[in-house]
């Protein structure tokens, strides 16, 4: 008789291994900014990225929110904020920032970034205040333009004949820049689920 061939040992498939890069911190490298074209999966704001859980951005970095809850706000320099509900209660902070994080609205850290929140997930950030002083070198909108690149959209604000400022809208990065015509700055980036960030 005829020896047997040995029977085949299956051999496990390689495994494959997920490589994730790291995202890109923004408010440490806010000159991927610039770019006209941007992954908006590859970053993150504070340490948050697009589809976080609302009720995943840091609590104790926010200072204010706006949420369907919200019926009245007071507030103003010396006194700190007070939200009231369509029956007039008065609201805890904590109440403001769990409604917001959960269904739609915004979060505010005191330095001057937002997130929008819709059905529960981060879907954009706002940048403002003293981070913007990154592009302060830029000393007019034609020098915004020759740093960022030729908007696909661009609008003038005017408000009572007067010029206020430009908003610039780069669909490739959902990012729009506005441009303050009295200060000549950059007064606003945001990123994401915004008005016009996407195109027509």
Same mark, same amino acid.
């Given at each position: 008789? #005829? ?14 291994? &997920? ?18 074209? $941007? ?8 340490? /948050? ?21 919200? @019926? ?59 981070? $913007? ?5 830029? @000393? ?8 960022? #690149? ?17 908003? &610039?809208?780069? !669909? ?6 506005? !441009?303050? @015509? !009295?200060?000549?700055? /950059? ?14």
């Amino acid at each position: 008789m #005829g020896a047997h061939p040995a029977p085949r040992r299956s051999v496990p498939a390689p495994q494959r291994r &997920a490589w994730t890069l790291p995202m890109i911190e923004v408010l440490d490298n806010l000159d991927v900014l610039y770019q006209p074209h $941007l992954d908006l999966t590859t970053i993150e704001v504070g340490g /948050v990225a697009l589809g976080t859980p609302g009720t995943g951005v840091p609590r104790e970095s926010l200072v204010e929110a706006q949420s369907p809850l919200v @019926a009245r706000y007071r507030g103003g320099t010396d006194l700190g904020g007070e939200y009231y509900d369509a029956d007039g209660r008065r609201l805890t902070l904590d109440e403001v920032f769990d409604d917001a994080a959960r269904s739609d609205g915004f979060l505010y850290r005191a330095d001057k970034v937002s997130y929008k929140v819709r059905a529960g997930a981060v879907v954009g950030f706002a940048i403002y205040g003293p981070h $913007l002083s990154h592009f302060a070198h830029l @000393a007019s909108y034609e020098e915004l333009l020759a740093a960022f #690149g030729t908007p696909d959209r661009a609008c003038e604000d005017e408000a009572y004949g007067d010029l206020m400022g430009y908003d &610039a809208y780069y !669909w490739g990065a959902r990012k729009h820049v506005r !441009w303050d @015509a !009295w200060d000549d700055r /950059v007064s606003l980036i945001n990123l994401g689920a915004f008005e016009g960030n996407a195109g027509p």
